[in-house]
């Protein structure tokens, strides 16, 4: 069974919770230095750890469950419900998966909901 990444003992490194509190400043074109900058990566740092622990989770659970199964296991802390209708994914043959949403969220939901090696 993989590591429980809600567990507290459990930490990315801190580079990884740096780089997504620098995301979301950079996304909402927000300065990356100065006196806003700090408050706010103070504000953000729990909620950014814990978003880098999913990240980090992934990883892990890609390498021993594969992508499919990596994101499957996290992806109820982003969707409540995932409902396919009319899709079927080709089991043999190149396979070419695009978002068409900006949000993080579609990578995951596309990769949990293909059950194929990718």
Do not use: C
Not at 6 to 30: A, C, G, M
Not at 58 to 78: E, M, P, R, Y
Not at 87 to 105: E, M
């Amino acid at each position: 069974m993989p590591e429980d990444y809600t567990d507290n003992s459990y930490n990315p490194p801190s580079e990884l919770t740096d780089l997504e509190i620098q995301e979301v400043l950079i996304n909402f074109h927000l300065k990356e230095t100065g006196g806003f900058a700090s408050l706010f990566r103070l504000a953000t740092y729990l909620p950014a750890r814990g978003f880098a622990r999913i990240l980090q989770q992934i990883d892990q659970d890609a390498i021993t469950l594969g992508l499919h199964g990596g994101t499957s296991n996290v992806l109820h802390h982003f969707v409540t419900r995932l409902e396919i209708r009319g899709w079927a994914t080709p089991t043999v043959g190149p396979l070419l998966v695009a978002a068409n949403h900006p949000g993080g969220t579609d990578p995951f939901v596309m990769t949990a909901a293909i059950d194929r090696r990718v």
